[in-house]
């Protein structure tokens, strides 16, 4: 099986830009799991220990 050069030229790009986009996702749901954990939690004390005005 022979590959068209212009195969390889177009799928180069496209599969780095592939493997990018997955670690930037990978990448991204570890910065925002975090931080919905620690909104929830902070919005549970606040529920449970209203501030009184």
């Not at 997955?22 to 209203?50: A, F, G, K, Q, W």
């Amino acid at each position: 099986m022979s590959w068209d050069p212009m195969i390889l030229i177009a799928a180069g790009p496209l599969f780095v830009l592939l493997t990018i986009l997955s670690v930037v996702t990978e990448i991204y749901e570890d910065l925002v799991m975090p931080s919905r954990m620690y909104i929830e939690v902070s919005t549970n004390l606040v529920r449970s220990h209203p501030i009184k005005s």
